[in-house]
């Protein structure tokens, strides 16, 4: 029988999918260009008003934190806010937490109070904490108050946002824009933090204590750099930081490719740059897969917990210091890392992303952003490679042959081992019984504990050069030291 050459072509795809080869060469030593890391660059941001329910009523959060504390040494840092920040109002005569009534406890609440003990529980962490204050009801005396407070009860306190996410303040009607007559622009918005940011930090007696920005726009409009033209210098000088969200939405498969990865990253370099030059860090203070809580048939699968693993890595490679993954309604969370019943697939890329940077000093690339393949070295403080981590983010849908990439490694010492992040498929999700694993340990659930016994695969090297399979869908972290 006669093969047309569509045919032909269509029978040797499988062949082709599993006979990919890369290479890579092993910098000697970090290039003068890698950006130094932040010791503990994977960070939480929990929404304002569920903060106090992941901590006092979900029996997972110290214990799924703790795992990073036990990598890097340091535990994470942690961010509060989110929408319902500018919903929310201090009460200085409160004795709860927050307060608040919703016809469903899947809801976020339209509008609550919470009281000084908001900040004492938020002292209780270990960790640094950004907490996030109410500027869209123009209230300022009410949001020095609540600053007042945090800065008196907070030892841990790293940073006060004014604000979240202010292009959408007309679709909510928020005061500060009906105040001013309906009119709210980039421009307007940077006047507006210039002027709060100043008169908040003058009313706390603290520079260096707001973290500006916080729009989820994409750059360049609404973002730092634009921001950072018009600030001067008296509000220049009570920058922390600038922060931005984002949340690169789309399927399953566009999510995890290395390639879209890449390209959403680039969208931040002028932000990131224009920020190191007026001496100021930058950090996604908010993001995640999809908003609004995420997809069920995106967020919580397997395919993100790989993209949470290479995005964390390609925004410490962009010199974004921290990325802080957010967590939304308890219960009513497709994107959550964990909850009162799971430690969900996300988690495990999460988990692998801290060990990778964990103990590094410095980060490079070792491709070039265009194919489904990545990889990425991590160097110690004296610049040498301490790991590499390679991805293969080729979608593999559980049906069929499972693909395979082969990476062929040069310039290493002579010795080598690894630890592989993988599950049964792309579509893999915990709360259908399918969880992945790293080192083939995997995390309880409920509970966040780790179970069964962390293993490392042997790598053989050969004359510096090493050869390595990770199939679709898959990481492997190589240790080099």
């Given at each position: ?24 060469t092993?910098?000697?030593?970090a ?13 939480v ?54 307060t ?11 509008s ?71 009119n ?5 918005d ?65 999510l ?16 990131v ?67 009162r ?14 060990a ?13 952003g ?8 991590i ?35 002579t ?38 016994t ?28």
């Open positions: 029988m006669m093969l047309t050459m569509q045919q032909i072509i269509w029978l040797i795809l499988p062949v082709l999918s599993q006979a990919a080869t890369v290479s890579y092993i910098p000697s030593a290039p003068s260009s890698a950006p130094a890391l932040d010791p503990s660059p994977v960070g941001s929990f929404e304002f008003f569920a903060f106090p329910s992941y901590f006092t009523n979900v029996t997972a959060t110290t214990q799924c934190l703790r795992n990073f504390q036990s990598l890097t040494g340091q535990w994470p840092h942690i961010r509060l806010g989110g929408t319902t920040q500018d919903r929310a109002t201090y009460d200085a005569a409160s004795s709860a937490y927050v608040y009534t919703v016809a469903s406890p899947a809801d976020a609440p339209a609550l109070t919470f009281g000084p003990n908001y900040m004492t529980l938020a002292n209780t962490y270990p960790g640094t904490v950004i907490v996030g204050l109410n500027r869209g009801k123009d209230d300022i005396a009410n949001t020095i108050a609540a600053a007042q407070v945090a800065t008196g009860r907070m030892s841990n306190l790293r940073a006060i946002e004014l604000g979240n996410e202010p292009e959408y303040y007309p679709g909510a009607s928020q005061p500060i824009v009906t105040n001013n007559g309906g709210w622009s980039p421009a307007i940077a006047q507006s933090q210039n002027d709060w940011g100043v008169t908040v930090g003058k009313a706390l007696g603290r520079t260096s204590i707001i973290q500006y920005g916080n729009s989820n726009s994409a750059p360049p409009t609404w973002g730092a750099a634009e921001l950072i033209a018009v600030l001067n210098t008296t509000a220049e000088s009570y920058a922390y930081d600038y922060s931005h969200h984002n949340y690169p939405g789309g399927t399953l498969t566009s995890m490719s290395h390639a879209n990865i890449v390209s959403n990253m680039n969208q931040f370099n002028a932000d740059a224009a920020a190191v030059a007026i001496g100021k860090e930058y950090v996604l203070g908010e993001t995640n897969s999809v908003s609004g809580g995420g997809a069920a048939t995106v967020s919580p699968l397997f395919g993100a917990a790989l993209w949470v693993l290479d995005y964390t890595l390609r925004a410490s490679l962009t010199n974004i210091k921290r990325t802080y993954f957010h967590h939304g309604t308890v219960g009513n969370c497709q994107y959550c890392w964990w909850g019943y799971t430690t969900g697939a996300p988690y495990y890329g999460a988990y692998t992303a801290v990778t940077l964990a103990g590094g000093s410095y980060i490079s690339a070792l491709d070039d265009s194919s489904s393949y990545a990889g990425y070295v160097y110690d403080s004296a610049r040498r490679p301490l790991k590499a981590l390679l991805y293969n983010s080729d979608y593999y849908s559980g049906s069929g042959t499972r693909g395979s990439g082969t990476f062929v490694l040069s310039g290493l010492g010795t080598a081992r690894a630890k592989r992040l993988t599950a049964p498929n792309s579509n893999s999700r915990v709360d259908q019984g399918s969880s992945p694993s790293f080192g083939t340990q995997q995390f309880a659930n409920g509970t966040c504990v780790p179970v069964g962390e293993a490392y695969e042997s790598v053989t090297v050969s004359g510096g050069q090493a050869t390595v399979t990770v199939l679709a869908s898959e990481a492997l972290l190589v240790y080099l030291q």
